[in-house]
């Protein structure tokens, strides 16, 4: 099919690498033909199963004069019917061809699915979906804020606020060591003092500070904490500075209640169950202040955000 | 590929089904609308809905289960906002109607009768996830009779299409009702009243504790629904069928052609893939040219049961 350049589409990738990062994550690479530009803070609807096309089951080809055989899509398993929503940990481009990276932690069908896929393998990729988090015009310095699998895209932002000449930090926390979706070097301090220990951060300028709930790995707590230590150390000043926040909701609203608290401008990429991605079946609902009479309304978490302002989010 | 929807002729027999394609332009950038049939909007009310709390969906093995609690923007923003962009579409529109009593349908239905665009109407008396109204329409024919009545009163220049409910002992009963009462068109089949359970937490999934199965979970029996209402009903009144539940692909599609629909709604399949918009009527025109059918209305109610 053409389509005109720079349309969110149904795109079909042939991987190219899908390897183990950690005990739980994957890194997904996928060179998607005619992808348009994306935002970091975007995602993509992967389908966890393979698309149809490729198996030649779409089955109004039933072969003439013979009974249908056992192409039905239904019955190959019990793969996924709805697709699963994956940030963006990265998209270069090269020529008309984008390579997206994604990161993914397995936690269940779907994603014990992704797993299994190699280099060759053909997946459906539905995007660029969501709003993405934005770079801030004014304020010069950055914190990235992220929690496990809500850190892959945080290093795509990184590389977005790099290339706009802000000054940026970024403090990543997991519940272990060997649950950290990104590489690290072998000395990760204890003390949560910004360091290049996480080598695709430090290339492009990002100091990053590592926090493991167990301490096997940079500092021993959570995440938020060298986050507030880091706004009391006052060499982040609340109104030069924007925070750029992804992870468990305990640990944003966290993040976020802190920063409405110290009068800093912060954004967190929510996560909703989500069933389209594009905004038809009103499943991904985020409370959202609104100056109505009942204070709040509902805003789309697929198309609405998943990015919002931390000072906007009404909580459970 | 064209049919006739009482009098109304659509180019396929392609429509969206109701919630899950919303209101008008969102599937635009992934799919070409113009092509449809007919684009059909999610339920609308006279007031505006929130809807449920959240979580509002699940998936279980070959389906869903949904609790949206019919949120919707409400007719008078429906009007200022969607209208509009519906005129752009290039497809006919059917508005899908829900009320809690009689008097919000006929209000409804009253005031699409001077939109333009909208060429018909789509009564949804079969919501299973509202509190109030929405179902319990859809299960008692003499409700269904009563509402179908009073909105065929309003509904001079529109279709006036009827969707039923399958969370009922014998669905010819509802479908004979709505006849009689004057609908143009039945669409069937909507969700089937389910539960999720999380095990662990020992709690329902949803927080409406039950929701409406969807997807190719349901497609068997939502086939055999058309057939029996075909069979029982709408043949002979003449009275087209929008079939719907789990359509996913062209050879689903033509089950229900041969069981007896006219017309064809895909919902849960749209959200895994909304090109199947294209290529079910794709797949539709190329089986026809393989049996050697000049019109796809000849393999309506085809099916040889002897
Ligand atoms: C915008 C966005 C971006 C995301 N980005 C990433 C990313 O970059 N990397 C990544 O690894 N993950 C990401 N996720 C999360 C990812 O989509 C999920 O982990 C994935 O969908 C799980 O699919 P699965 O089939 O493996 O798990 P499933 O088998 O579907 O379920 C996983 C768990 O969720 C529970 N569950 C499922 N549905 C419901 C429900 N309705 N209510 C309550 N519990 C439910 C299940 O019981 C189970 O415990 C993102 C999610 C969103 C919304
Ligand atoms: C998320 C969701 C929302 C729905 N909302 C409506 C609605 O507002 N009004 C309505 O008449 N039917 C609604 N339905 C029912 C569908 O229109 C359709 O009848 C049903 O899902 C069966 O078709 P499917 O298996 O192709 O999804 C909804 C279904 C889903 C999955
Ligand atoms: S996921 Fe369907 S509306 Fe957001």
């Known amino acids: 099919m053409t389509r005109q350049a720079s349309s969110r589409g149904v795109y079909l990738a042939e991987v190219a ?14 060179p998607v033909e005619g992808f348009p530009p994306s935002q970091p803070g975007q995602f993509v609807q992967l389908q966890c199963r393979r698309p149809v096309e490729r198996e030649g089951v779409r089955v109004a080809d039933w072969p003439e004069g013979r009974p249908p055989q056992l192409t039905q899509p239904e019955l190959t398993g019990i793969e996924p019917l709805l697709r699963r ?10 020529g008309q061809t984008a390579e997206l990276e994604i990161i993914y932690r397995a936690v269940g069908t779907g994603t014990r699915w992704l797993a299994t896929v190699s280099a060759g393998d053909y997946l459906s990729v539905l995007g660029p979906l969501g709003n ?14 992220g929690g496990g699998v809500g850190i892959p895209p945080l290093l795509y932002q990184a590389e977005r606020l790099s290339a706009a000449g802000k000054q940026t930090v970024a403090l990543l926390g997991a519940g272990r060591a060997d649950l950290l979706p990104v590489r690290t070097t072998g000395d990760v301090p204890a003390e949560p003092e910004p360091t290049g220990c996480v080598p695709r951060l430090a290339e492009i300028g990002v100091g990053s500070v590592i926090a493991t709930d167990d301490g096997s790995v940079g500092f021993a707590g959570f995440v938020g904490e060298t986050f507030e230590r880091l706004l009391d150390a006052g060499e ?22 802190l920063c409405v608290d110290r009068g800093v401008e912060c954004r967190l990429a929510m996560e909703r169950h989500m069933a389209c991605g594009m905004g038809t079946c009103q499943s991904c609902i985020v409370k959202i202040r609104d100056d109505n009479p009942a204070g709040w309304s509902y805003k789309l978490c697929c198309t609405d955000g998943p990015v919002f302002d931390a000072a906007d989010i009404v909580w459970k | 590929m064209s049919v006739d929807i009482a009098g109304l002729k659509l180019a396929n027999p392609m429509m969206t089904a109701s919630g899950t394609c919303g209101y008008s332009t969102e599937y635009a950038d992934f799919v070409d609308l113009r092509r449809l049939g007919a684009f059909v909007t999610k339920s609308i009310t006279r007031e505006p809905r929130a809807g449920n709390d959240y979580s509002r969906v699940v998936e279980t093995r070959a389906g869903m289960l949904n609790a949206i609690g019919l949120a919707n923007i409400g007719l008078d923003a429906f009007l200022a906002e969607k209208v509009p962009q519906l005129e752009k579409l290039g497809a006919p529109v059917f508005v899908n109607v829900a009320g809690t009593s009689v008097d919000d349908y006929v209000a409804v239905a009253e005031q699409l009768e001077q939109v333009p665009v909208v060429r018909g109407i789509e009564l949804n008396i079969s919501c299973p996830n509202v509190k109030a109204g929405g179902l319990q329409f859809g299960t008692d024919p003499e409700q269904v009779r009563h509402v179908t009545a009073a909105v065929r009163g309003a509904c001079r220049r529109n279709v006036l299409i009827v969707k039923l ?32 359970i999380d095990v662990e937490k020992r709690r329902p999934v949803l927080a409406n504790a039950t929701g409406g199965l969807s997807g190719p979970a349901i497609r068997p029996v939502a086939v055999y629904m058309v057939h029996r209402v075909y069979t029982q009903v709408t043949r002979d009144a003449n009275v087209p069928i929008i079939g719907i539940g789990g359509i996913q692909y062209a050879r689903d599609a033509l089950e229900f052609i041969l069981a007896g629909a006219t017309g064809l709604a895909v919902g849960t399949a749209l959200f895994a893939d909304p090109t199947c918009l294209h290529s079910i009527p794709e797949g539709l025109a190329d089986y ?17 049961t002897a």
Not at chain 1, 17 to 30: I, M, Q, T
Not at chain 2, 165 to 194: H, K, Q, R, Y
């Open chain 1, 17 to 30: 690498a899908n390897e183990r990062l950690c005990s739980d994550h994957f890194v997904l690479r996928l």
């Open chain 2, 165 to 196: 409910s399958p969370n009922v002992t014998d669905i010819a009963a509802t479908a004979a009702a709505a006849v009689e009462a004057g609908a143009d068109a039945l669409s069937l089949i909507n969700t089937f009243t389910a539960m999720a």
């Open chain 2, 288 to 304: 026809c040219r393989r049996h050697g059918f000049r019109r796809l209305t000849e393999l309506v109610g085809s099916l040889q």
């Open chain 1, 132 to 145: 993405g988090f934005g770079v801030s015009d004014h304020k010069p310095l950055a914190v990235l804020v």
């Open chain 1, 236 to 257: 982040w000043p609340a109104d030069q500075l924007v925070v750029y926040s992804c992870g468990p909701e305990a640990m944003m609203r966290a993040v976020g209640d």
């Open chain 1, 85 to 94: 929503p994956f940030s963006l940990a990265g998209h270069s481009q090269s």
